[in-house]
């Protein structure tokens, strides 16, 4: 079936520095993906997603771009803030389903330091 | 703000009672499901509403759990005879029609006693 890798963390890095949060998939079809933030005791909120090769999802400063040819989906910060601290998950939907079923992956919790 | 909204946002049960855990979609949506985060894990798929339709419940365990999702009224996820295993946080997202987004509540966090 299909399913989504992440980085374990935490990442822990210091206020300005540069975010890479990976993230593979594997799927049969040609799945949309997303990345999904979630803070302390909240739901999740979507960050940004692409749904076909080669596009590029952005906002808030993130970015990810659609490799179909390595299956990845990696997350980017030219500069994180403290108020990025919470836990990134990686997602994909298989459009084939006709419905948006949502596999995630495990999560990774970025700790941003003053 | 007229967003996902879940209640309870904690719920406490004893082994062998029932929870209750209720979700109203945004506005206008009329598809709703429900996820299950186990803790320090991602979540996990369970169920696939429309109005007064199941269309995918190949997530849910077979025996204790049900959802509705009436003509009137909130979705329900409904877990009989609890057992230590079902404390987790459970989300409901809620999606309009055509290739939109899910939109997620803040979860009920449910705890087995």
């Known amino acids: 079936g299909d399913s989504v890798t992440q980085m374990e963390g935490p990442v822990t890095l210091s206020e300005e520095a540069f975010l890479t949060i990976n993230c593979t998939y594997t799927?049969?079809?040609?799945?949309?993906l997303f990345w999904y933030v979630q803070y302390p005791g909240e739901g999740l909120q979507l960050l940004l997603k692409a749904t076909k090769a080669d596009d590029k999802g952005s906002n808030k400063g993130f970015e990810a771009t659609y490799r179909k040819e390595t299956t990845s989906f990696h997350l980017e910060k030219g500069s994180v803030q403290v108020s990025d601290s919470a836990v990134y998950f990686c997602?994909?939907?298989?459009?084939?389903?006709?419905?948006?079923?949502?596999?995630f992956g495990t999560g990774t919790r970025l700790l941003v330091s003053p | 703000n007229a967003g996902v909204m879940q209640n309870p946002r904690h719920l406490v049960r004893r082994r062998g009672q029932e929870a209750r855990l209720r979700c109203s979609p945004m506005k206008g949506h009329s598809h709703v499901y429900w996820y299950r985060q186990l803790p320090e894990e991602g979540l996990k798929f369970m169920v696939y509403l429309q109005k007064e339709n199941i269309i995918d419940e190949s997530g849910m365990p077979k025996e204790r759990f049900s959802a509705e999702f009436p003509k009137e009224g909130p979705s329900i996820l409904r877990i009989q005879q609890v057992v230590r295993g079902d404390s987790a946080a459970y989300f409901c997202?809620?999606?309009?029609?055509?290739?939109?987004?899910?939109?997620f509540g803040d979860g009920t966090r449910l705890s087995i006693l």
């Open positions: 997602a994909l939907s298989d459009s084939n389903t006709g419905f948006q079923k949502l596999v």
């Open positions: 799927a049969t079809g040609y799945p949309s």
């Open positions: 997202a809620s999606q309009g029609d055509g290739n939109q987004p899910q939109h």
